[in-house]
């Protein structure tokens, strides 16, 4: 997956202008934490928080949680890795097409794999797998499932572990988290991102959240200082400072919808529909590869050639909205591609 991943613009020469690979919110790293960060970086000559103690308190408290129900990790890809190394060589399935790294995580333990299409999940399924990976809303498709019927889902399903990736759930309307039923879901295992909507992909801090008993036994592989300081200074001062990092959401699903409907009144493309601030589109003319080369080579813009994610063909490609110029830039582009 790592070569597949979007956010590579450091694999071309030229300036990217606009990067639509990436569904981290495009407003930027925030000044105030930008601050805090520089502020803080002496800080780095010291050994950080071997476990992450006082951000995991802190974010049980701003949650609502009980102690012991949260792991902080080194982005929400470790806690993947660290639930498929916790339940090695179990069966999973994995709701499709979604996040290469689920499958990735579960090959890399041995685990027994079969694929659900999310077209066919159903709140009344009975799954014979040990786990269910299942991204809420899904990358890269946007879509969602409702909470009663994801709840109900889950508790029809006793003896299954639900994984509930919600890196994108401030995205959307459309879901709501599991987080604040966690105490009567001893199956589930909630996957949260800081980095999309604070800006901070680089820096990689996420958390996991569940049932203490559940959690503890993923914690049994957690490495020690896997979050380094930065990254926890990071987490306080998104925690202490949670207004400047409140998305305008209802603006930029609107400015989502604007671009999808700009691309999908092109007879070229095949856009599909999405609750969230990126979606999946397929080029009817060449591969997802070619037009993402040429964007880049011609117009600075990139995009993700979703061509890899299971499920998916040769030209599908992900976007997510950035601006309004920007925007207008990959319509037009795309608008140029499809007389090339």
């Given at each position: ?138 990358n890269p498709t946007g ?150 080369m040429w964007l880049m ?38 608008r140029q591609w499809t007389?090339?």
């Amino acid at each position: 997956m790592i070569q597949g991943h979007g956010d590579d613009g450091y694999l071309f020469t030229q300036p990217v202008k606009a990067d639509f690979s990436s569904n981290v919110w495009y407003g930027g790293l925030q000044q105030g934490l930008a601050e805090h960060l520089k502020n803080k970086v002496s800080g780095v000559d010291h050994y950080p928080d071997a476990g992450g103690q006082r951000l995991q308190s802190l974010l049980e408290r701003e949650a609502g949680l009980s102690a012991g129900t949260v792991l902080v990790t080194n982005g929400g890809t470790e806690g993947i890795y660290l639930v498929a190394q916790a339940f090695n060589a179990a069966t999973a399935t994995i709701v499709a097409p979604t996040f290469a790294e689920y499958a990735d995580a579960c090959k890399l333990y041995r685990h027994q794999i079969q694929y659900l299409n999310w077209d066919k999940l159903s709140a009344d399924m009975v799954f014979s797998t040990d786990m269910v990976f299942l991204c809420n809303p899904n990358n890269p498709t946007g879509q969602t499932i409702e909470e009663h019927a994801l709840q109900h889902l889950i508790s029809h399903n006793k003896h299954t572990v639900f994984i509930i990736d919600e890196a994108y759930i401030q995205f959307t309307h459309d879901a709501a988290s599991m987080l604040p039923h966690l105490h009567r879901l001893p199956n589930v295992l909630v996957l949260r991102s800081l980095t999309k909507t604070c800006c901070i992909p680089g820096l990689r801090l996420g958390y996991m959240a569940g049932r203490k008993q559940l959690l503890d036994r993923v914690r049994a592989f957690k490495m020690p200082w896997a979050v380094n300081s930065l990254a926890l200074e990071a987490g306080y001062y998104i925690l202490e400072h949670p207004e400047q990092f409140i998305i305008p959401r209802e603006e930029l699903l609107q400015d989502t919808f604007h671009l999808w409907e700009g691309i999908r009144k092109m007879p070229e493309y095949k856009v599909w529909p999405t609750h969230t601030h990126f979606f999946l589109f397929e080029t009817l003319t060449g591969t997802a590869a070619a037009l993402k080369m040429w964007l880049m080579e011609n117009y600075g813009i990139l995009i993700r050639d979703a061509s890899n994610f299971h499920g998916l063909e040769q030209g599908h490609c992900r976007v997510a909205c950035r601006s309004a110029a920007d925007n207008k830039l990959l319509t037009t582009a795309l608008r140029q591609w499809t007389q090339y």
